[in-house]
């Protein structure tokens, strides 16, 4: 390094020494900025001690032994060439030598005496190791205080990712709510499932690739029992749901504003819309999350959580009718929470009864028996009519949904803790590392 460089890193470790610390350094040639920065000297030669105290006691010492310091001189440059050893000449070694066996000489004498040690004293304590609520605690503030700006900046890029991702799926939905034709009832669907079922996607591949960064540093501190696996995940499960929410929310707004306002009577139905629908992201992130801790490799973990969620979208009742799915497969509709979430934001979204709200312009034209043409019959003509269509117009009671994507989120999130207790204790930094032939 250069001089100037030299010195910031001197002035930092010196504040840094100011809180405690301890510092021990080799520099050569200190410069007489650095070397005033410095509280204690050690000069050596031949593995022997030539001077051992302050600083500023330096110069006195070596003008008390008849070796001053000439003006105008560094003293750390002076008195290093002082105790080196002179190879040029047989002549000049040997006059060096002697000068140094003198300064070591010299200053053994001047030594203090070692002080007793006095009596033995009491063994130190053995070290307490923190409780369960304690490392909890540990991680929540080392999550929140210590890892700041880092945390904000990801948390602020997650957001933005969210926001853009609503955006654009509400510019492809634009105003839907406002069209009254029979087609703008598929669109009303679509837009829900989009937003449900892959257009999050991005959001939950961010979430993946954070766990596979942690990955090892974390299964290192589990190894050398800095805390528990349970304590980890259930203290990472928790710190991360408020940002999370935000990040969801973030997600779940534009769209929803952008489709189109509701009416009138329909205003109050945004609080239950957001409620169900960060209750479903919050589920499917917990399933990404359990994925992610289960495979090292982050493309097998998308893979396998990729087709959990498929499974669910396919029997939540949109790509596939209710009515449709086989004996084998008819049992995930009671299971899949995109399936209870659709079931749920239908009703919100068409509450208008039996009474005909829809229009059919485009319906054609059909030719009778009598010759006679008529208008085809207008298939959605009302809210319960467009329920029905896709296995929604039951009415469930008002818990069982809720209760049902609760259990499926319960469910993954003690499978995330488990596997973090026992998979990760005993897994190897360099295992965690590494990487699957896919990546």
């Not at 406002?178 to 009303?188: L, P, S, Y």
């Not at 995109?338 to 030719?367: H, I, K, M």
Request: hydrophobic share 45%; net charge positive.
């Amino acid at each position: 390094m250069d001089i100037l460089d030299s010195f910031f890193l001197i002035d930092y470790l010196r504040q840094w020494t100011a809180r405690g610390r301890i510092v021990i350094m080799t520099i050569h040639p200190p410069t007489y900025e650095i070397f005033t920065m410095m509280s204690r000297v050690a000069i050596v030669s031949t593995g022997r001690m030539v001077y051992h105290g302050k600083r500023r006691d330096l110069v006195p010492y070596f003008s008390y032994i008849d070796f001053p310091c000439p003006a105008y001189k560094n003293p750390s440059d002076y008195y290093l060439d002082l105790v080196t050893l002179d190879n040029l000449s047989s002549e000049a070694m040997l006059e060096s030598s002697q000068r140094v066996e003198n300064l070591v000489q010299v200053f053994r004498r001047r030594q203090e005496a070692l002080s007793d040690p006095g009596p033995p004293g009491m063994a130190p304590a053995d070290v307490q190791r923190a409780g369960f609520f304690g490392q909890m605690l540990a991680l929540w503030i080392r999550a929140m205080i210590y890892m700041f700006p880092y945390n904000v900046v990801s948390f602020f890029r997650s957001i933005f990712l969210a926001a853009l991702m609503s955006v654009l799926l509400g510019a492809i939905f634009w105003n839907v709510r406002a069209g009254r034709e029979q087609e703008h009832v598929m669109d009303r669907f679509g837009l829900y499932y989009a937003l449900l079922g892959f257009c999050l996607w991005p959001l939950l591949l961010n979430m993946i690739t954070n766990v596979w960064k942690e990955r090892p540093y974390v299964v290192r501190d589990i190894n050398a029992k800095l805390y528990s696996g349970s304590a980890y995940a259930i203290a990472k499960l928790t710190y991360s749901l408020p940002t999370a929410a935000a990040v969801f929310a973030a997600y779940a707004f534009p769209a929803y504003s952008m489709a189109g306002l509701p009416r009138q009577d329909h205003v109050n139905n945004f609080g239950p819309y957001i409620g169900y629908t960060l209750l479903y992201l919050l589920t499917a992130r917990i399933i990404v999350l359990a994925a992610g801790c289960t495979f090292v490799s982050r493309h097998v973990a998308t893979t396998i959580s990729g087709v959990i969620l498929i499974v669910f979208s396919i029997t939540a009742g949109y790509t596939v009718h209710l009515a449709d799915l086989s004996l084998v497969t008819s049992w995930i509709q009671w299971i899949s929470p995109l399936r209870w979430t659709l079931d749920q934001l239908s009703r919100l979204e068409f509450v208008g009864g039996n009474g005909a709200q829809y229009e059919c312009s485009r319906s054609p034209v059909v030719l009778q028996e009598n010759g006679i043409q008529v208008k085809a019959d207008c298939g959605v003509v009302s809210d319960y009519h467009a329920l029905s269509l896709f296995g929604y117009a039951t009415r469930w009671p008002t818990a069982q949904p809720i209760l049902a994507v609760l259990a499926v989120h319960f469910v993954f999130a003690v499978l995330a803790v488990l596997i973090v207790s026992f998979r990760y204790k005993g897994l190897s930094k360099k295992k965690a590392r590494q990487q699957s032939p896919l990546g």
